[in-house]
């Protein structure tokens, strides 16, 4: 079956230290992966996708993802964490093939960043 | 760009009645839009599918009669919880495809349902 794993439910840095939310997905081909960023009762704001070429992608605020194929992880970093990064962070993969758009979401990261 | 907005932010209704709940692309026309549901904390449901003049397509386990789906146009798409209950309070996010080779989603920014 498709999914999408994010080990862990919370991580914790201090400000301007640098930070790594990890994601991992199990799909068939060659998938488009996604990171989102959710804000108390807010919707999903869009960072950053790969879909082809450099396995580096650089995102918005800074954040940036490395795919990997071989150990099918698609992690989310940053050199130097703020405090208002504190949000819940969630890892999406769009399966290849067919034609309808569908995400598959990892349950969710929250990240605290301390003062 | 490829903004989303969904109204009302935020709704309270007795138990037993109706709810809409609106979703437009504002400055694109979406083919297909995606509802939502989330429960605090937790990780986004895909609820069903709603493609452009035609019926929308519900994910297992969610009730097609309870949760009505109407993509009318290009840039609207309603949500109807009919008959709502307070195991119906959530919060309720679409998502529009703003088209080209990627079919990249783009989020509304939520609905907060409240049934007493």
């Known amino acids: 079956a498709q999914s999408v794993a994010q080990p862990e439910d919370q991580v914790n840095v201090a400000e301007g230290n640098p930070l790594t939310v990890k994601c991992t997905y199990s799909?068939?081909?060659?998938?488009?992966l996604f990171w989102y960023v959710q804000y108390p009762n807010r919707g999903l704001q869009f960072l950053l996708k790969?879909?082809?070429?450099?396995?580096l992608v650089k995102g918005s605020y800074g954040f940036e993802a490395e795919f990997n194929k071989s150990q099918t992880s698609f992690h989310l970093k940053k050199p130097s964490a703020l405090v208002s990064d504190s949000a819940l962070y969630f890892c999406?993969?769009?399966?290849?093939?067919?034609?309808?758009?569908?995400?598959?979401f990892g349950q969710g990261t929250t990240l605290q960043v301390k003062p | 760009g490829a903004v989303v907005s969904q109204h009302p932010s935020r709704v309270i209704c007795k138990s037993g009645t109706s709810v809409k709940i609106e979703c437009r692309s504002l400055?694109?026309?979406?083919?297909?839009m995606f509802w939502y549901r989330q429960f605090p904390k937790q990780s986004l449901m895909l609820m069903a599918t709603?493609?452009?003049?035609?019926?929308?397509?519900?994910e297992q386990g969610v009730e097609k009669d309870k949760f009505l789906i109407n993509h009318a146009s290009l840039t609207l798409s309603t949500l109807t919880v009919t008959s709502a209950h307070p195991e119906d309070s959530s919060f309720y996010i679409c998502?529009?495809?703003?088209?080209?080779?990627?079919?990249?989603?783009?989020f509304g920014p939520g609905t907060r349902l409240t049934v007493l």
């Open positions: 998502s529009a495809i703003a088209g080209g080779p990627y079919n990249e989603q783009f």
């Open positions: 799909v068939s081909g060659n998938p488009y």
């Open positions: 790969y879909i082809t070429g450099d396995n």
């Open positions: 999406a993969v769009r399966p290849p093939g067919g034609n309808t758009g569908k995400l598959i």
């Open positions: 400055d694109f026309q979406a083919t297909t």
């Open positions: 709603s493609n452009e003049g035609s019926k929308a397509t519900y």
